[in-house]
């Protein structure tokens, strides 16, 4: 099945620093989700963006929507051990308008 | 905690058996979504339903079957169990028309190992 191009795939950093990740696509999304996952659970929700150019924060996160509307990216500033986890980009609509297609995620390690 | 419940967590079948999932919904939400999540890979999109009706569905052949239940709760079902069929599979349910089902809130999942 069709995915799309997270990078990068995995990450190490040390708390306290700033975190960058992107995600694009071939396709046109009308929205961009951002999840993460943490072992044995499911995907919760971080961000959603509606809108090209959208550039959105929720406390330490923030994510834009490209003005393409084929690539998003996330931010993390200040990080912290609890950010560590698998993070997802997904986008939906262009016709497809009744699901998600996800990245294969970043696996976001964080050293105290 | 999203409130939305999946069940079993965990179960192991053998090649050729069939196998049956089950999801209940977020209260207020009335679309349910299913994904397969293969280890190391984002989960991909198996079907929706919506009104107790399918309303779109991925590339996963027929022996992948589902219902929605009028309180909107779910069921997944595999028949025909084959090894590539191991994986963790999640529900999501969502509010449909809000903009186009986009913030889906998923389940833990059910792992599923199929020996």
């Known amino acids: 099945g069709q995915q799309l191009n997270q990078s990068p795939q995995s990450m190490f950093i040390q708390e306290g620093e700033d975190v960058s990740m992107n995600c694009t696509s071939s396709s046109i999304f009308n929205t961009w989700l951002w999840y993460k996952q943490d072992p044995g659970e499911g995907p919760v929700l971080l961000i959603a963006l509606y809108k090209a150019g959208e550039l959105t924060s929720n406390g330490r996160l923030t994510a834009q929507f490209g003005i393409t509307r084929k690539d998003s990216f996330l931010n993390i500033s200040a990080s912290i051990p609890s950010d560590v986890g698998i993070y997802f980009c997904?986008?939906?609509?262009?016709?497809?308008?009744?699901?998600?297609?996800f990245g294969k995620g970043t696996l976001l390690t964080v050293n105290p | 905690e999203t409130g939305v419940t999946q069940s079993p967590t965990h179960l192991i079948k053998t090649r050729g058996q069939q196998v049956t999932l089950r999801c209940s919904s977020q209260s207020g939400h009335n679309t349910v979504s299913w994904y397969q999540q293969a280890l190391g890979q984002g989960p991909q999109f198996i079907f929706q339903?919506?009104?107790?009706?399918?309303?779109g569905r991925g590339n996963f052949p027929p022996r992948f079957s589902g219902l929605q239940f009028p309180n909107y709760s779910s069921e997944l079902n595999v028949n025909a169990l084959e090894l590539d069929d191991s994986a963790l599979y999640l529900c999501a349910s969502s509010l449909a028309g809000f903009r186009g089902t986009g913030e889906l809130f998923f389940g833990e999942g059910s792992r599923l190992t199929v020996l």
């Open positions: 339903y919506y009104r107790e009706e399918e309303n």
């Open positions: 997904a986008g939906q609509g262009g016709g497809s308008n009744y699901k998600l297609t």
